[in-house]
């Protein structure tokens, strides 16, 4: 199955696209689509809709994964990676792409097996994770880590999803 996963951001969001087989992973693509800084807010997330639409129609994922956006201590930046967090959950859903949402200590614990591991312990893991991988910057590590976390998670809520749609069709 081929995966999608994308670390929001509104200067930079990464993105990474794994194939996963069993308990196989296979590195295909990584990067980052970056928006203007100088351009208002709005022309900024059409960019990153561009960008990540792009991806998709060049990678042709099965599904997405995003990270869930943490607080910061900055309101205005807050909002602002909202806004990019919520491009990253619209255009795969347009695309017909089931997304799921990882907070980022699952998402460390997952690849890293402790959920406060550091970002070089993260990328390192990756890197081992996915071996001949060249990953393209920070972001787009993020981003492989959280498809990376999609993929062993990915099996598990397909089927609790049927599950529970079949106990609620129960009489």
């Known amino acids: ?87 990253s959950l619209l255009v795969p859903s347009l695309n017909g792409l089931p997304v799921e949402e990882y907070a980022p200590n699952k998402i460390k614990k997952s690849v890293v097996g402790a959920g406060h591991a550091g970002k070089e312990q993260i990328h390192a893991m990756v890197g081992m994770l996915l071996p001949g991988c060249v990953i393209a910057n920070e972001h787009a590590a993020d981003a492989l880590a959280v498809a990376i976390c999609h993929a062993h998670y990915a099996g598990s809520n397909r089927s609790l999803k049927k599950a529970t749609m079949m106990a609620g069709r129960a009489p």
């Not at 308990?23 to 980052?32: E, K």
């Not at 994922?61 to 806004?83: D, I, M």
Request: aromatic share 4%.
């Open 1 to 87: 199955m081929r995966l999608l996963g994308l670390d929001p951001g509104l200067r930079h969001t990464g993105w990474g696209i794994i194939e996963a087989e069993g308990n196989t992973l296979r590195h295909l693509a990584n990067g980052a689509i970056s928006s203007d800084g100088d351009l208002s807010l709005s022309e900024r997330l059409v960019q990153l809709y561009d960008g990540i639409s792009k991806v998709i129609l060049d990678w042709q994922p099965a599904e997405a994964a995003v990270e869930e956006t943490f607080v910061n201590k900055n309101p205005v930046s807050t909002l602002k990676l909202g806004q990019a967090r919520g491009i």
